[in-house]
């Protein structure tokens, strides 16, 4: 489900963070660096409220929603499954991003949880990203990475692969590992990406999410600059599709 939303191959999702000192300062730059991706090509974006609030990822999402209908949307509340998802369905969001499916909770507390989960996406269609061993996540559950792994795949439609943290590289081996583990289920490279590593990260996973390599500085707390978003989006388009 979640690689049929995407027209082309390898699809990128850039990320919308919510940086600004007022809510009103928040949407506009949200609105601005939504319309800097749709301009230079990235598939998606999703709304997270990296330096927002919840207040700030409905407030975009209700404006993009209904100013910009064209612009494919996923929704990442930090730590709150049931707020994404319900927002997602709200607003007509394509895809939520969960940082942990899997492995970041005891066995105990993890069999509500999952069961959580499992009755949102029975209520609707809507994709789910979910991370295992993901960056700035907790390791609780005591199982290996394959079984941790295996689990999350009965969860979610793609399973979301970081490096340590945010704009660090995720590495290859890392990756390679993941893939061999998932096999054929969708694996999105989500932290770390740069121009020049999109030829071998991409190779390995099947979509990209983006962040700070889109933005002027090379990092969170900077602001999406559309040369860097053009200039990603042409390697991907040079290296993986055709046209």
């Known amino acids: 489900m979640f690689l049929e939303l995407f027209a082309q191959p390898k699809p990128v ?30 598939d998606g974006m999703i709304v997270e409220d990296y330096f927002g609030g919840v207040e700030d990822v409905e407030r975009v999402l209700a404006q993009l929603s209904s100013q910009r209908p064209g612009y494919l949307l996923g929704v990442n509340v930090l730590d709150n ?44 269609d809507i994709p789910v990203i979910g991370g295992v061993r993901f960056k700035y996540q907790p390791y609780l559950s005591g199982r290996s990475l394959a079984e941790d792994l295996r689990i999350g795949t009965q969860h979610c439609d793609a399973i979301a692969v970081t490096g340590s943290g945010t704009g660090v590289e995720t590495d ?3 990756i390679l590992e ?19 590593s999109i030829p071998e990260k991409l190779a390995l996973g099947d979509a990209a999410i983006v962040g700070s390599t889109f933005k ?12 860097h978003v053009q200039e990603f989006m042409d390697e991907v388009r040079r290296c993986f599709r055709s046209g």
């Open 172 to 174: 290859n081996q890392k």
């Open 178 to 196: 993941f893939r061999s583990l998932v096999g054929a289920f969708p694996l999105v490279v989500a932290a770390g990406m740069t121009v020049q």
């Open 81 to 124: 499954f049931a707020k994404s998802f319900e927002l997602a369905v709200q607003y007509g969001g394509k895809f939520i991003q969960v940082d942990s499916i899997a492995g970041h909770l005891t066995s105990e507390d993890e069999v509500d949880y999952l069961k959580m989960v499992d009755s949102y996406r029975r209520s609707a």
């Open 13 to 42: 999702l850039g990320m919308l963070h919510l940086k600004g000192e007022t809510p009103e300062a928040i949407l506009t730059q949200a609105l601005r660096e939504a319309d800097i991706f749709a301009a230079c090509g990235v």
């Open 216 to 227: 002027d500085t090379r990092e969170a707390e900077g602001d999406v600059y559309a040369p």
